[in-house]
């Protein structure tokens, strides 16, 4: 079994997607290994890695905090080009990421979903989307692909991905 603190390659789905983030900054939630912010640096990105465990990542800023212990959220007033989040959930970034999501920026998000429990872990509830939820939390966003269901690869589990784009202007002032 793999975890994904030991897979190397970036997902599939953030392969897919990824030319589609525009040029800039690129921010990788609960970045764990570090695969995705390696994926974005080597595309000339900068790159934003967050996790609670600390990692050394050439080309990378990494930020150690503890997203669910309540603490003020690390990146206050940042904006993002692009927002990777992988293996990961805790719904009460969501609104969070949208805010730290730039104009034109785009969310790539994949993880598990209801009915993984018959594969393995994560199988508690409040890991798991519900159907449609990544839909549902970030339909304010232009979703470009969404897709949900039995997924092979890296190994078989029921996922939700979502790839979107902000499309929300800054006020000129």
């Not at 990105?45 to 967050?50: D, H, L, N, P, Q």
């Not at 465990?53 to 603490?71: I, M, T, W």
């Not at 904006?79 to 009460?92: A, E, K, Q, S």
Request: hydrophobic fraction near 45%; charge should be positive.
């Amino acid at each position: 079994m793999t975890g994904h603190d030991e897979l190397t390659a970036p997902s599939a789905w953030v392969e897919r997607w990824a030319a589609l983030v525009p040029p800039g900054r690129v921010l990788d939630l609960a970045c764990g290994g570090g695969r995705h912010s390696r994926f974005f640096v080597s595309r000339g990105y900068e790159v934003v890695g967050v996790d609670r465990e600390p990692v050394s990542l050439p080309g990378v800023r990494f930020v150690r905090a503890d997203l669910e212990d309540g603490s003020p959220w690390p990146l206050a007033g940042e904006r993002f080009d692009g927002i990777v989040v992988v293996n990961y959930l805790h719904r009460p970034l969501f609104a969070r990421l949208i805010e730290a999501l730039a104009p034109g920026g785009v969310l790539l998000y994949a993880t598990f979903m209801a009915g993984n429990e018959r594969f393995g872990k994560p199988s508690n509830p409040a890991f798991l989307l519900r159907p449609g939820e990544l839909w549902q939390a970030f339909g304010g966003l232009q979703v470009i692909a969404f897709e949900q269901g039995v997924a092979r690869e890296p190994k078989p589990a029921m996922r939700q991905r979502l790839c979107a784009r902000q499309t929300d202007k800054i006020a000129l002032t």
